[in-house]
C-alpha cells in the first residue's frame, strides 16, 4: 500500500546519528544521502522493499511533528522491541507511554515500545507473538 514514509527534520546530522543506531537495530544499512532540487538534505533508508526517508522540509520552515500520526517497524522478536527502544533512547529519543511489553490493541496482544525521535516524531516498535 505505501511506498515510503517521510518524516521531517531540523537538524539532518543528527537524524542522521539517531536512524542509523535504531534502524540499524532492525538491520537496515546506511541511508541514500540526496539533496532535493531545493538543496535541503535528505536521507533514504531503504529496507525489505521499503523506503523510510528524513528530510528537511523544503519549505524552509521547522520540521513539525503530526499530532496522533505514529510510525510503527516490525520487529522479529520481543528483544528486538527492547533493544530498538533503548537503542532510541540512548541516542536522544525519548521514552513515551508504557514501558516495552504486551499489550491488548484492537489488532490483539502485540509487543510493543513507542519512542519520540530527537524531532518529536512518535516511533513504535512491533512485535506479533506467535498465535
Given at each position: ?31 541514500i544521502?540526496n539533496?532535493?532540487?531545493t538543496?535541503h ?8 522493499g ?8 523544503i ?8 499530532n ?7 520487529c ?8 530498538f527502544?533503548d537503542?532510541a ?21 502485540l ?6 525521535d530527537?524531532?518529536?516524531n512518535?516511533?513504535?516498535?512491533l ?5
Open positions: 500500500m505505501f511506498s515510503h514514509v517521510m518524516v521531517g527534520t531540523s537538524d539532518i546530522e543528527r537524524s542522521k546519528k539517531f536512524y542509523d543506531a535504531v534502524l540499524g537495530t532492525l538491520g537496515v544499512g546506511e541511508p544521502r539533496n532535493a532540487k538543496g538534505a535528505r536521507l533514504f533508508y531503504r529496507f525489505n521499503g523506503t523510510f526517508v528524513v528530510g528537511e522540509p519549505n524552509g520552515e521547522c520540521a513539525s511533528f503530526a496522533g500520526g505514529t510510525i510503527g517497524f516490525n522479529d522478536s520481543p528483544e528486538r522491541v527492547h533493544q527502544h537503542v533512547v540512548v541516542h536522544g529519543g525519548k521514552s513515551i507511554e508504557n514501558p516495552p511489553g504486551l499489550r491488548e490493541t484492537a489488532m490483539g496482544t509487543y510493543l515500545a513507542y519512542v519520540r530527537p524531532d518529536g512518535k516511533l513504535c516498535a512485535h506479533r507473538p506467535e498465535a
